[in-house]
Nanobody, 124 residues
Framework: QVQLVESGGGSVQAGGSLRLSCVAS??????MSWFRQAPGKEREGVAR????????YYSDSVKGRFTISQDKAKNTLYLQMNSLKPEDAAMYYC???????????????????WGQGTQVTVSS
């Protein structure tokens, strides 16, 4: 399994920005994603990236506002979050797809490595 450590969460006002980071140790998997979970809600995938090609995908709730990217030299995954809304407030997790999976999607059951999470708070 890959070890993942997130950072960059914090408290911002609506309309503000944050950049989350996730440092990975070990072999980098072919697919990594960001998920989030708000209190009382199910965990949802928000963005994923094929680490080889850099191809990205976003959920409708964040499309146009969030950007997932990577720095291969630093083994780091990023999530740039702009135009934050109160409904974006959640614990954010980065995750790595299990190496035996063939598809890079936002089905969390495909992921076998998770970070500890970083909290994002958005005030209105």
């Amino acid at each position: 399994q890959v070890q993942l450590v997130e950072s960059g969460g914090g408290s911002v006002q609506a309309g503000g920005s944050l950049r989350l980071s996730c440092v990975a140790s070990g072999n980098i998997p072919f697919c990594m994603s960001w998920f989030r979970q708000a209190p009382g809600k199910e965990r949802e995938g928000v963005a994923r990236i094929y680490t080889g090609s850099g191809t990205t995908y976003y959920s409708d709730s964040v499309k146009g506002r969030f950007t997932i990217s990577q720095d291969k030299a630093k083994n780091t995954l990023y999530l740039q979050m702009n135009s934050l809304k109160p409904e974006d407030a959640a614990m954010y997790y980065c995750a790595a797809v299990a190496p035996w999976r063939l598809v890079c999607g936002l089905d969390q059951t495909a992921y076998n490595s998770w970070g500890q999470g970083t909290q994002v708070t958005v005030s209105s």
